[in-house]
């Protein structure tokens, strides 16, 4: 996710601007930098749109205190009072659930105990399958598109999901997702008859063009949108099993954010 849509996401979140945003962002990152381990820090660095990437680095020893005193620090980095800090703490975590993906999201979010909680929101995700409009709003987010688009484009995608992987597999996988979406993955599994269509990433990405009218770059932030948001609402085996059937060139341009 580039910076410029993630401090959008922030700023709607927070009801603030793009410089308020950014304030936000470093001020909740900096002192999360001070709570958290080195190694989950390092990990969630590698995702985050680049002018973020400092301010993950702990310039101190590693210090273990309370939500409270999180909102306290960030109110005090920002110069704002408690409820401000802790409506842009939530903003910041929003947006990060949005840019990093679950699974290295999740070490990080773990280190912090329940009463992080409020602050955390989508962050510390919920177990599979996760309610419908949470699914819609991150391909909303990361596609840059309203809700009804997201859905659209959602169905679009997996369908295509459903005819490249194995009826098993798709089976499997309608487990995981919400029952919404259990539609397009059986159509494009009966579409097969069940047999796993082999085509490559680009035939999969024109596929997808062409069934939404759209250009081959749109096509596939679409398509990055759905399937980076399919590999934060699965447990990790399933993601494994669905990746195993997938040339790794669609892993490493559209299971990340």
């Known amino acids: 996710m580039d910076y410029d849509r993630y401090l959008a996401i922030v700023a709607r979140e927070a009801d603030t601007d793009r410089e308020g945003a950014e304030r936000a962002t470093r001020a909740v990152v900096v002192t999360l930098a001070h709570r958290a381990h080195e190694g989950p820090l390092a990990n969630v660095t590698k995702h985050v749109p680049e002018p973020m990437k400092a301010w993950f680095s702990p310039k101190h020893p590693r210090e273990t205190f309370d939500a409270t005193e999180f909102v306290r620090r960030v109110a005090e980095r920002e110069e704002v009072d408690a409820a401000e800090a802790a409506r842009h703490a939530r903003a910041v975590f929003h947006g990060l659930s949005r840019a990093v993906p679950a699974d290295v999201l999740d070490d990080l979010v773990a280190e912090l105990p329940k009463d992080y909680d409020s602050l955390l929101g989508p962050a510390r995700r919920p177990p599979p399958p996760w309610p419908f409009e949470e699914f819609l709003s991150r391909v909303a987010d990361r596609a ?36 919404e979406l259990g539609e397009p993955l059986q159509r494009g599994d009966e579409a097969t008859g069940g047999l796993a269509t082999k085509m490559s990433l680009e035939d999969f990405l024109q596929r997808i063009a062409d069934r939404e009218g759209v250009s081959l770059d749109v096509a596939r932030t679409h398509a990055r949108a759905v399937l980076s948001t399919v590999r934060d609402a699965v447990r990790p085996k399933e993601f494994h099993d669905i990746a195993s059937e997938l040339p790794r060139v669609y892993i490493e341009e559209l299971c990340y954010p």
């Open 144 to 179: 840059d598109v309203d809700l009804e688009t997201a859905k659209r484009i959602s169905r679009t995608v997996l369908e295509l999901l459903g005819e490249r992987l194995a009826g098993g597999e798709v089976r499997d996988l309608r487990h995981e997702l919400p029952p």
